[in-house]
């Protein structure tokens, strides 16, 4: 039976996200009026579950994300691409593949989680 490795997350209570401070989002490619309540985070990988705050006309270029990044919109209207998404929205991408153009419409809410 393969070995279970501790999470360095560590065991996290039940959390209030309004408790949390905001912030930068701690990873490569995010502009300062972009932020984040981050939930949890692991401190030797860099992963991160937050709730990150997109205000409306926020814009992020084509490019791609640094890591398995999989995302749920909470709320907001927001263009990726051509594509309109809104409540509910669910994506997951792999590290460095291509990630279109984000435009927002409607300040957004979005479940974060960059992975690796």
């Known amino acids: 039976m393969p070995s279970v490795t501790s999470d360095p997350r560590g065991h996290r209570e039940l959390v209030h996200a309004h408790t949390v401070a905001s912030g930068p989002v701690?990873?490569?490619g995010w502009t300062a009026d972009a932020t984040v309540?981050?939930?949890s985070a692991?401190?030797?990988s860099g992963a991160?579950?937050?709730?990150?705050?997109?205000?409306?006309g926020f814009r992020r270029p084509a490019g791609w994300f640094d890591a398995d990044t999989e995302w749920l919109v909470l709320s907001g209207w927001l263009w990726v691409g051509r594509e309109l998404r809104s409540y509910g929205t669910y994506d997951?991408?792999?590290?460095?593949?291509?990630?279109?153009?984000?435009?927002?419409?409607?300040?957004a809410e979005i479940l974060f989680m960059p992975r690796t």
């Open 42 to 44: 692991n401190p030797l």
């Open 92 to 107: 997951w991408a792999p590290a460095s593949s291509g990630q279109e153009e984000l435009f927002v419409l409607e300040d």
């Open 26 to 28: 701690p990873a490569s």
């Open 48 to 56: 991160f579950s937050g709730l990150l705050r997109l205000p409306k």
């Open 37 to 39: 309540r981050v939930l």
